[in-house]
Every structure is written in C-alpha cells, then in structure tokens.
C-alpha cells in the first residue's frame, strides 16, 4: 500500500471514530448549560451513554423532539472533549399513548430508571435492547398490564448475570419450592426453607413459582395468554423488588409512585 493510500485509510478510521450513527432509546435529559441538555440513552451498540444535544433548550430546536424520554430515536454523535456531541436525529417510535395514561406514563418511567441505574455505562447489552423495546411497545399498543414490567425485570437479571435458579433448592437440591432466597439466588425446600429464616427469604406459593419460571423461559407472546392471579401477582412483583435491590445494589425511587397509582 502506498503512503497515500495508508493515509487515507488512517483518515477514514479516525473519521468513523469521531462521527457515528446509533440506535438508542432515550433514558432522560437535563438542562446543560444555557441553552443545551444532557441527554442519557441506551444504545443497542454502545449500551448506555451520555451526550450533548446543543440548542434543544429552545424552543424552535428541530433535534428537541428527539430526546424525549422513552423515545426510539436514530442519533448521530460526534465526537467531543469530554462528552460526544447529538449533531442529528430522527424519531423512530414516539410511544404516544404511554405519556397520555398516568400509570402507563409511571411505569415507562420505572422501566427507564431500570436502565439507568441497572446498568453501567458504554456496556452493551442488545437483550436487553429489545425487551425494553418490546416493553414500550407493549405499553403503547396494549390495555395495561404490570406483567410485562414483570418480564422486563426478569430478563435484566438474566442479562446482568443474576438469573434465578428456579428448577431445584438452591441448598439441597430437591424439586420442590417453598421459598426463594435473595442472596442465594434460588428457591428453597421447606426444610432449607426453616433453616434460613429471615427477610432474605420470601415465601413461594405454587402459582407464583410457575409464574416466575414462565417470565424467565418465555417470550413476550406468552403476556397474552397467562391470567396470574393477584396474589401471586403482588407475590412476583415483591420477590423482584427485593431481587434488584439486592443484587444491583439501587433502590428504585418510582416504585412508590408506582405503588400509590395502583392503589396499594
């Protein structure tokens, strides 16, 4: 390769590392300065990233539609000092009717604050890509459910490498589930269950045992079918509470608004 020819592919190179097109959805975005934002966004790629949208604190900004929370947005960076720069973007998925409902508007922000603090920065996780966007989309289209929050909590514990250990005591290893365990990650038998007492511990009805192994081997699909009832509902939704706060370390702030919306 002649020096010319060399230099030209170095250009290239160092142009596709300054400028960049992604797929993401937007976490949040904060006032930045005096008339820009910092935008929080999960890209299918890159994972989560932080970048400047400049001038999309006025009004008349064409890039300020973009980075809306919950949006599917394409965004093009460039490279910057110390945070890259949102030099274009387009709308993929607005998810219009998740701001018009109040409980769906609540949940969309609990799923976005799952992102956030569950994951790390610029670490890519495509599954979980998706099944936010499956989620949002579910949302968007569907009479609500809180399942589907369900089953997004459950596959980011999968994807971050805490996944349950649902099929035999997490102790003994018998096929029989009494409880579950938070620290060690399964179910316990009855008699692993009286030895390990205490509020790591959870007690596991039937219902709610084949309900979690349901969220956990199934895709989306099977949101359709299933008709939990609401004990092993409120069961589900506690035993992942305590999971995520337990494995990843955050407390989770929207779920008390969560909480008061759903009258409990």
């Not at 996780?125 to 936010?132: L, S, Y």
């Not at 038998?189 to 007492?197: A, P």
Request: charged content about 25%; aromatic content about 8%; hydrophobic content about 40%.
């Amino acid at each position: 390769m002649r020096v010319g020819d060399e230099l030209a592919t170095e250009a290239v190179r160092m142009n596709m590392a300054r400028y960049c097109v992604t797929e993401a959805i937007i976490i949040r975005n904060q006032d930045f300065r005096e008339t820009d934002k910092m935008v929080t966004f999960f890209a299918r790629r890159e994972g989560k990233l932080r970048a400047i949208a400049k001038g999309t604190r006025k009004p008349n900004s064409s890039l300020r539609p973009t980075i809306q929370p919950f949006c599917h947005s394409c965004l093009h960076l460039s490279q910057g000092r110390e945070l890259d720069i949102i030099t274009q973007g387009r709308i993929i998925e607005f998810f219009g009717n998740v701001r018009e409902e109040t409980v769906k508007m609540a949940h969309g922000v609990y799923l976005m604050e799952l992102l956030d603090r569950g994951l790390a920065e610029s670490d890519p996780h495509p599954k979980v890509f998706d099944a936010a966007l499956t989620v949002l989309r579910w949302l968007d289209d569907r009479v609500f459910s809180p399942l589907a929050i369900r089953w997004f909590e459950v596959k980011l514990v999968q994807e971050l490498g805490y996944g349950f250990n649902l099929q035999e005591c997490a102790q003994c290893g018998a096929k029989q589930a009494a409880a579950l365990s938070v620290e060690l990650g399964g179910i316990l038998c009855d008699s692993c269950k009286q030895v390990n007492r205490g509020a790591a511990v959870l007690s596991l009805e039937g219902e709610t045992w084949a309900l979690l192994k349901d969220l956990e081997e199934k895709e989306a699909a099977f949101l359709q079918r299933v008709r939990p009832s609401t004990r092993a509902m409120q069961e589900v939704e506690l035993i992942l509470e305590k999971y995520l706060e337990y494995h990843l370390g955050q407390k989770f702030n929207t779920k008390s608004i969560v909480r008061s919306l759903m009258g409990r």
